[in-house]
């Protein structure tokens, strides 16, 4: 059976050693480098959590040293249900694991193309007619070119406030 903690702030590492030094398995799910990144390099070592703040350990149904997990450095909190630690069964974590290794490298949005026309739906620039510029590495993120006080000003926004113009 696997249960989760919630961690401080980009403590997930920290929390998984810890928790490794009791004798618990741990996972932290984390999506794959970019496909261009150079390895080594900043953008390769950076890591991409699926669940940001939260890692996933394995103890056996008779554990009993739950205060060793609470006050582990940089947990914030155990996830419980009814007042006992909850439970992800096995089957859920290896599902997880199965659908993060079949996932492409890079999951840049190529839901739109360079040139395209688009229109914002939402924000501050919404109802407004763009030109899609080009995707950004960052996930989901697009770079739009919208014509603003008799120019083209590119602007960087989330691909989902974006719909075929």
Same mark, same amino acid.
């Given at each position: 059976?696997?249960?989760?903690?919630?961690?401080?702030?980009?403590?997930?590492?920290?929390?998984?050693?810890?928790? #490794?030094?009791?004798? &618990?398995?741990?996972?932290?799910?984390?999506?794959?480098?970019?496909?261009? @990144?150079?390895?080594?390099?900043?953008?390769?070592?950076?890591?991409?959590?699926?669940?940001? #703040?939260? $890692?996933?350990?394995?103890? #056996?149904?008779?554990?009993?040293?739950?205060?060793?997990?609470?006050?582990? /450095?940089?947990?914030? =909190?155990?996830?419980?249900?009814? #007042?006992?630690?909850?439970?992800?069964?096995?089957?859920?974590?290896?599902?997880? *694991?199965? =659908?993060?290794?079949?996932?492409?490298?890079?999951?840049?949005? @190529?839901?739109? @193309?360079?040139?395209?026309?688009?229109? $914002?739906?939402?924000? /501050?620039?919404?109802?407004?007619?763009?030109?899609?510029?080009?995707?950004?590495?960052? *996930?989901? *993120? $697009?770079?739009?070119? $919208?014509? &603003?006080?008799? =120019? &083209?000003? /590119?602007?960087?926004?989330?691909?989902?406030?974006?719909?075929?113009?």
């Amino acid at each position: 059976m696997w249960h989760v903690v919630n961690t401080a702030p980009n403590a997930e590492l920290q929390v998984s050693r810890v928790l #490794g030094l009791h004798g &618990l398995r741990t996972y932290t799910a984390e999506f794959r480098s970019a496909k261009h @990144t150079r390895p080594g390099s900043t953008r390769d070592r950076r890591h991409r959590w699926v669940f940001p #703040g939260y $890692v996933f350990f394995q103890a #056996g149904r008779d554990y009993s040293s739950w205060s060793h997990v609470r006050s582990a /450095p940089g947990v914030r =909190r155990l996830l419980e249900q009814d #007042g006992a630690p909850a439970g992800v069964e096995d089957a859920v974590v290896e599902c997880l *694991r199965q =659908r993060l290794t079949a996932l492409p490298p890079d999951r840049l949005s @190529t839901r739109f @193309t360079p040139g395209e026309r688009v229109v $914002v739906e939402r924000g /501050p620039l919404a109802m407004v007619d763009a030109i899609v510029d080009r995707c950004l590495p960052a *996930r989901e *993120r $697009v770079s739009i070119l $919208v014509h &603003l006080l008799g =120019r &083209l000003i /590119p602007v960087e926004v989330d691909s989902s406030i974006l719909r075929a113009g």
